[in-house]
């Protein structure tokens, strides 16, 4: 089974890194991380 994960985000700089990190911690780590960025201003 593959298993996806896809996040939006705008102006989530300082969000992002901490979601991977929980990704990374995850039992089940996913196949691929798909993250939609919408325009933000920050180094997202």
């Known amino acids: 089974m593959k298993v996806s ?3 939006s ?4 700089q ?3 890194f901490e ?5 990374r911690k995850q ?4 196949d691929e991380v798909l993250i ?3 325009g933000s201003t ?3």
């Open 5 to 7: 994960v896809v996040m």
């Open 9 to 12: 985000t705008y102006n989530g």
């Open 14 to 16: 300082k969000f992002v």
């Open 19 to 23: 979601q991977m990190e929980s990704l």
């Open 27 to 30: 039992d089940r780590k996913p």
């Open 36 to 38: 939609y960025d919408d």
């Open 42 to 44: 920050d180094a997202t």
